[in-house]
């Protein structure tokens, strides 16, 4: 059932929308055929009017890349919804005492009322920044991360945080993320990698040499304890993992980033920003990795022990070796359950190409995929990896998205939270791509038989075959 | 002694005097700093009260960041899709005003997603830069983005105002001052309008629906979410489910009255609709528990002529023998409790009729007549002497309340989980923001049923607490 | 090494060895001794049965020792008052039979309870002198002790034969032999007749009622004793509720169909009526969880030709919608069980259906046709497979099999609480016998609604127990 | 509001009863007047057909006496009912792990088929025994809980305790408590204190000197922890209480239970027969004490006290002096909540008279109370503490019950499960008085401030304002 993605399909779909959005989207959206090269548009506008999956500035900054950092406080500086709504929706588990150690489950935020708007929020600021390191004394740092307002209205945080900065001897960041700058949770990355860059990498020196093996993993959030699963492999392996970017980071660790001798990035769109920017300044050569699914992980080990020496090449082939069995028992289990089994998905950062190992590991096939907030670089990244015949877009619509998977009848949709119910309404089972739907962790080896086991409940939960009332079916039948 | 030790014992330490009651008057001496503030901004209320309206859409004028936001939260708590446009404003829009997106985003979504309706209101970003949606509104008719006809209700829904609670009725408002037809003065509809309020139980306003039909009244309810917010899944998804219909909505003017089941999150309405319209209206407090119920009910009476029927006061004769059954596993328990100003209302006077004591009542939403009217409420019952209402505050506050002067039990929300861990108290998850449990907005916490159900699970909530710290010479099939 | 060090110690080697698989096989070994088994005596049934009959007085044949104790147990589960009187036979009536007892017994309660039938059944005292219950009612009508035409109903219920769900067949059957009239045989009265069998949630039986309604068919529930075990509070007690009335049993058998929700509780009433009297029937499954309660209601449409209606179908919808919104807190997680037969079946259904894995299940009171029946269904699904049916054994061999293969939840009554906490997993309170939880019993757990409160109860109990133990950098908001 | 007891009440209550009955129930009602002595009949048969609360002999032995003895495994000899049904139902409490120190929360049943009443159970009873030995190796003996139908078919446990008592070398005890032996739970008492006395009492000796100050606790069965509290207060008097009969007793402290000073009873009941024997035999005098509410138990501690010498006798002040002011505390709580209000009781055992101390205490007056299942000197002691008008009644019915509380309605009515409901029903607060109403302990100081709390909240809670629908209290004022 369900039909082959096909250019007339896609030009079914696009057909309802008025002329302009028509011809704008339809350069969003492309079935890979023979031969074909990525001429996918991305990173550009929304369309207004039309239902995004994308976020916002704020929410790439604050949200993505700051958020997971535990000890510091991260102050949502403006009105208090965004503060609100991004409180603890991201699963960047960190370790240590709420309130002491780690600030990640809590919501700080300078709650702008109207007096604010009018006449300022600098001074308002400055006495929260005060205010927050007298309740929490063991606080490493703040980021001011802002909202709409700030931008607006013309508040120089850059120049209360210098002066805070002094006066409470803490790093304090002015992150200039405001929801309406740019088109998508990107430039809050790329804003948020500047701001680290510019306030928190270099600021302080290790006393200790820098290790032969001593590297970071960089666009890793630990969602559902993926870094965990990540670090677990990299230290087998001999690697001394010395600073994550950012799942349950410190800001030491952040402020000594730059004493590595590599870079490890998982989250390429995110992170590619501080990674080039430690090559440039520091030397620090980088290397992209993938650590979903037992394929692509053994690959990702060899590739990254290549660049150590041989004891790491050794201790890489063992840990690969100790795994295998492992990994063989997951793919024995489900391998039969899921074999043959079709998936979209839609997700941001770097699943939508990254899982796609995982999946085949299944023996799944992925026949459509895109991304919320891709650059060029990523669909560079993903069409050699695709199929043919395989339906890619880029900042799908709801209605994009709806069509797709009505028409094209996956086993499996693997989006966000906002799309979960649409298709679940559908009879299509889905699994949440951004937040593992509240399991995980889906990285490395620990992380495998966790996804593997959640793709199968999804796909032959029995829940799935109640949809339809029975005494419906028979009508049809009759 | 190890470093890790050293640094566990600090750590201790620092936890220990955040425990204490100077870290507490430090806490309390804040001005700026807002810590797990349990409230959010009025956009969210605004697209809760528009998913209520058979067909229309929401549609945020301002950042599509805060629409996937909202549309997230509320989709975490219902499980449900929450569908939602925005006209996806940036840089550009700040400069230059947000005129081109909106008339642009209606456009587009009128032609893609064929709403009936559009519910618009803004976000902070089109505040601050003064957009004036019902020019620009005009002016997309008037430029054929969508037919000149076409029905769109609008509000200002600032973020740096209020709360959740005044974009519900900011919106509200918007709707009937927008899309209902003038009052003719002389004929009603013969319907009442029932306005829930900013209520995230879906099964609420199925209780509502059946109490009131049960008394032989006509009604609609206004805004109506129960299928936006809990729809059966059939293999087909719908956009748009049933609600408040627009002809409803139109002739909304000329009910023969209405009763708002919340008191602060429709304010504003209620003042359009009686002061304003003049239209015979009531607002009790949120029917939550028997006397609240009981008060309802009496108001519909004295409002309809119509009587109560045997069936519901059966059904309250019910609650009472569960209230009676019940009352030793509440009665002299203290309570904190925090949530928006109209469901603390109703739980306070719900723990007042079962003997509970309510100790600590936090509301980051509350205003002035709030705390008068709690504050009397309090003192109508001699469970009430120990409550202490705190207007604003945040549930860092709490914590600090909770650790200096403790609780049996914690009523609030999934962001409250923390606190109660912190307090070894268990949390009687009640209110909105449920994403770390399935289904609770399925089961009523108004009317009979719901006084029921908040018995039962706040009685059992005790009961598990118990047969988990007992000593094991205490464990018994009895309780 | 002090004493009391020993002792402890010994103490725990005894409980590591009762751990063992070494242990299970000697407690699987016992052929006489019963520990803890999860049934009860006929009578207790018996008495349940009479009680929803309109003014029924159970009345116990035999010692007013049992008396005591079923109307205390039925009482503490329901929190309700529970009538009912006995003859008092003591030793003279073990010499020389109890018909004085049971005639002064008549006449007295007759007099004082003046209720419009009465529901005799046998104690063992009784069963084993063998007193003849007819003779002995048609000696007390002769001797005046009760008006000639008084309807009693009788039934033969020795404790030391079958369980309380034979006692509620014996009795129910006995109600129908002793007063329903003879059947017309070509005119039937138009009504399905509806027994729940022995169930001791009140809200099940609204819950049947409120489907059969809906789908527009006349029904008689019976025997119909909603209203005694949940009676409301209205500051008057009457001893008897609203029930079956006696003319709805009297035309019982000209009834146009049967429909029996549980098959084992009910299996000499099936056949009287089915063979016996030759009325169109049906036994389904009890109707827990979605695929039972479609059974159900298409075994409703097939009998009488009414369609199931939309909103009915709404709320499957709904019941759907949270069984997938909540598969992934259930799918795969292991079960013991152990309860009634036909709720066992039921049960074990709707796990399957959930994706649930039933491992253990314990019957105390199962027979043969139940063991085939549910291997059956264990043997439809993928689910099924590890699936074990133990007939006849007790909560002790429950222990073993959970110490010994672990699972992660026990369904069971208040009974299961000790080895479920010896096992370490959460016990979910379903079935009979719930007294350290109060209001469990009014909420149905039958039909599409009580597939949602399964579902919540379920998953809600699974995410407690991860919340509570969780490491805590994996204490989250999302769940 | 509400009637006060009198003659004609009782008679108009009565009318309802056919003429013999009527005869009969009238002489175990009694309205206590000026001078009038207690001529009120006990301990006959219940009239058939009435509701009555009583219980039976199993109840009384197995029930009452021998299930708090927690180290015995008591097997419930016939169909599995009586067991099931008295399983857990009475809350006495007993400290040690399950299924090792102790076996008060499981069931034991020989669980009768028909095949056993047809050939007899005997033989079954000896491979019970013997299985329950091999599955509990620390049990420390058995009692046979005999039902109604072994009495019946005529088998001999006795001779079956006989045999398996060496074969098992463990103390077995056949309890001959067959239902329809006697005519309520009392002679269940008698029955199970004649085991005790045949079967346990004296077969140890303690290789220790008795003391001066050993004392046993008999008749209190931990309800709720009853019989910590007591011993609690006698041990700060300087007593050691070497044995409880049989609150969390053992069999080791019942068969050594003779080698004490002084027998301490509480509930005279149930074991005034094994005092008395102990009396007669080891002449070991006894005491009956009260410790239920500040009064009684002060003037118990000094009643026992005296027994003893100087010693005990200022330590028993000083227990009395460290307790009044809390008891004081309790009093200056809940006094003024509860002063004037009336209470009806209804129970069995002590509670009828030993409660009424306590009631008054708080200001409250009982104005009926009654025995389920008394004897004559139950009532001896009963009269002399009830005031004039008091209403007291013997193995009432439901029907004499619920009238009586109808008219007199009193402010509580304290009696057991069957009744709790019909009197929550009619709008009369209620607590069980059996079981404590599942709270506890009522003994001892410990005890009173919860008794104290939960009579007031029953009294005073705000839910029963709640009975009447508001929209009928309109009516009834027009």
């Given amino acids: ?478 | 002694m190890s470093t890790a030790n050293n640094c566990a014992q600090s750590v201790q330490s620092v936890l220990d005097w955040m425990a204490t009651e100077e870290y507490k008057e430090k806490n309390f001496a804040r001005e700026a700093l807002v810590i797990n503030p349990a409230r959010t901004c009025q956009p969210f209320g605004a697209m809760l009260c528009a998913l209520g309206i058979e067909g229309c859409l929401p549609f945020l004028h301002g950042s599509q960041g805060c629409a996937a936001y909202f549309r997230s939260c509320l989709t975490r708590h219902v499980r449900e899709p929450v569908p939602m446009v925005s006209d996806s404003m940036t840089e550009d829009a700040a400069v230059f005003g947000g005129q081109a997106n909106l008339i642009e985003g209606l456009k587009n979504a009128y032609a893609t997603y064929k709403p009936s309706i559009i519910g618009m209101f803004s976000s902070c970003m089109a505040e601050v830069i003064g957009d004036d949606m019902k020019s620009f509104i005009g002016n997309a008719r008037n430029q054929g983005a969508i037919p000149e006809d076409f029905p769109i209700a609008y509000a200002n829904t600032p973020s740096f105002v209020g709360s959740h609670i005044t974009g519900f009725d900011n919106m509200l408002k918007g709707l009937l001052q927008s899309l209902a037809d003038t009052r003719h003065g002389k004929w009603t509809n013969g319907r009442l309008y029932v306005v829930p309020g900013f209520d995230l139980y879906p099964a609420n306003l199925r209780e509502y629906r059946r109490l009131i039909t049960a008394m032989g009244i006509y009604m609609t309810v206004l805004p109506d979410f129960t299928e936006a917010l809990d729809s059966p899944n059939t293999g087909e998804y719908k956009m748009y489910q049933p609600g408040t219909s627009m002809a409803e909505l139109a002739d909304a003017l000329n009910a023969s009255g209405f009763i708002f089941l919340q008191k602060y999150s429709t304010a504003g309405t209620q003042k359009f609709v009686k002061n304003v319209q003049k239209i015979t209206s009531e607002a009790v407090t949120m029917p939550v528990g028997i006397r609240n119920t009981d008060a309802f009910l009496m108001t519909l009476q004295a409002m309809t002529g119509k009587s109560i029927p045997a069936e519901i006061e059966k059904e309250r004769g019910r609650a009472v023998d569960a209230a009676i059954d019940a009352h030793q596993y509440i009665h002299g328990k203290r309570f904190a409790l925090y949530g928006d100003p109209d469901l603390l209302l109703g739980l306070v006077g719900f723990l007042l009729d079962m003997g509970g004591i309510p100790v600590h009542i936090l509301c980051s939403n509350g205003n002035e007549p709030f705390r008068k009217e709690m504050e009397a409420l309090l003192a109508s019952s001699s469970f009430g002497s120990e409550g202490r209402v705190y207007n604003g505050k945040d549930l860092w506050h709490l914590r600090s309340l909770l650790l200096t002067e403790p609780v049996d039990m914690l009523i609030g929300d999934t962001h409250g989980k923390t606190v109660a861990k912190d307090a070894n108290i268990p949390l009687a998850r009640i209110g909105y923001y449920l994403p770390d449990r399935v289904h609770l907005h399925r089961q009523p916490i108004v009317g009979y049923q719901g006084a029921i159900n908040l018995i039962t699970m706040i009685a059992n909530l005790f009961i598990d607490e118990y047969d988990r710290n007992c000593p094991e010479e205490r464990f018994e099939f009895l309780r």
Same sequence: chains 1, 4.
């Fill in chain 1, 1 to 478: 059932m369900g039909e082959k993605p096909n250019a007339s399909m896609v030009e079914e779909i696009l057909s309802v929308y008025p002329e302009k959005a028509k011809k704008l989207r339809a350069k969003h959206i492309v079935v890979k055929e023979e031969g074909s090269t990525c001429a996918i548009k991305s990173n550009i506008k929304c369309i207004p009017g039309l239902m995004t999956a994308r976020g916002c500035a704020y929410a790439g900054a604050k949200g993505v890349v700051w958020g997971p950092l535990r000890d510091m406080i991260h102050i949502s500086h403006g009105p208090v919804g965004c503060g609100y709504y991004s409180w603890g929706g991201r699963r960047n588990l960190t370790s240590g005492k709420l309130g002491v150690e780690t600030f990640s489950l809590m919501q700080f935020t300078s709650d702008f009322s109207e007096g604010d708007i009018v006449y300022g929020g600098d001074k308002k600021l400055a006495k929260v920044l005060k205010e927050a390191k007298e309740l929490f004394p063991t606080v490493q740092g703040f980021s001011i991360c802002s909202e709409c307002p700030v931008g607006l209205i013309g508040d120089d945080i850059e120049s209360v945080a210098r002066n805070m900065t002094k006066e409470l001897e803490l790093p304090i960041v002015p992150v200039r993320c405001e929801g309406f700058r740019g088109i998508s949770q990107s430039l809050g990355h790329h804003i948020a990698n500047d701001a680290v860059r510019d306030h928190l990498l270099g600021k302080r020196e290790r006393p200790e040499e820098v290790g032969p093996y001593d590297v970071s993993l960089i666009g890793d959030y630990n969602i559902g304890g993926d870094v965990w699963a990540s670090k677990k492999i990299l230290e087998e392996m001999g690697l001394r993992v010395r600073n994550v970017w950012t799942g349950d980071g410190t800001t030491e660790g952040m402020m000594a980033a730059h004493q590595v001798k590599l870079n490890l990035i998982h989250c390429y769109r995110s992170m590619n920003y501080i990674c080039r920017h430690m090559e440039e300044t520091y030397g620090i050569p980088w290397l992209e990795f993938n650590f979903f699914g037992p394929s692509k992980i053994k690959e990702s080990i060899r590739k990254i022990a290549a660049q150590f020496d041989e004891t790491i090449q050794q201790k890489g082939e063992e840990v690969i070796a100790k795994y295998d069995p492992l990994m063989q028992k997951v793919l024995d289990q489900y391998r039969p359950r899921l074999e043959g089994k079709r998936v979209m998905l839609y997700v941001g950062g770097l699943r939508p190409r990254h899982t796609i190992g995982a999946y085949e590991d299944l023996g799944m096939e992925v026949v459509g995929t895109g991304y919320e907030f891709a650059h060029k670089d990523d669909y560079d990244r993903t069409f050699p990896q695709m199929k043919e015949g395989t339906v890619i877009y880029d900042d799908a619509t709801e209605h994009e998205l709806d069509e797709f998977v009505n028409r094209i009848r996956p086993d499996l949709v693997g989006s966000g939270i906002k799309e979960k119910y649409v298709f679940e309404k559908m009879g299509v089972p889905f699994r949440q791509m951004h937040s593992w739907d509240y399991s995980g962790p889906y990285h490395g080896y620990d992380g495998f038989p966790i996804f593997a086991r959640d793709m199968d409940m999804a796909i032959n939960s029995p829940a799935r075959g109640l949809t339809q009332a029975p005494w419906k079916k028979d009508k049809e039948v009759r």
